[in-house]
């Protein structure tokens, strides 16, 4: 049984029964926020477990169409600073050996999800996932999987690969 002057709603922080309803209708607010985020998850790793499903199902898929930011969206401070971002990472990833600087993407100016660390995990990326990057960066998406991993490396600025193709 609860003390005098509380309700069962309250968590026992609230000492009026009052102040406690609103109170409780504060608390449930994140478990709303919980439950929209346990609902997107699930969603997107369902997306995900689809896109692995086409893949298996096209190996030879047709490229996306590329994406190419707008004049405004290019003329854009976020869009600047992104830019920036990706040359300084870049630069660090011609001078390093290991580890690869995550890049920034051209359509949400945020950094690309499940980018790979290291210059060994773009070689097991899905075909999907480098496309997926390969269109965050804005660049031509290549035929063949060889030539999207080479695309990758050298937008990635990683100098370790003496000889890219030509792209004629």
């Not at 997107?40 to 047709?62: F, M, P, T």
């Not at 997926?132 to 991993?149: E, F, N, Q, V, W």
């Amino acid at each position: 049984m609860s003390a005098p002057g509380r309700s069962r709603a309250s968590t026992g922080l609230c000492r009026s029964q009052k102040h406690s309803a609103s109170c409780a209708s504060a608390q449930s607010i994140p478990r709303r926020l919980y439950f929209n985020n346990l609902v997107d998850d699930i969603w997107a790793h369902k997306r995900q477990a689809d896109r692995l499903a086409a893949e298996e199902h096209d190996a030879n898929s047709r490229p996306t169409k590329n994406f190419k930011p707008s004049k405004k969206a290019r003329s854009s401070f976020a869009f600047q600073v992104v830019v920036r971002m990706n040359e300084k990472a870049r630069f660090s990833n011609a001078n390093s050996k290991a580890d690869i600087a995550p890049l920034y993407s051209l359509r949400t100016y945020k950094a690309i999800p499940d980018f790979p660390r290291t210059v060994s995990e773009i070689d097991e990326l899905s075909l999907a996932s480098l496309e997926d990057i390969l269109y965050h960066l804005g660049t031509a998406i290549p035929r063949g999987r060889s030539s999207k991993r080479w695309e990758l490396l050298a937008e990635i600025g990683w100098w370790g690969l003496r000889s890219i193709p030509s792209r004629t």
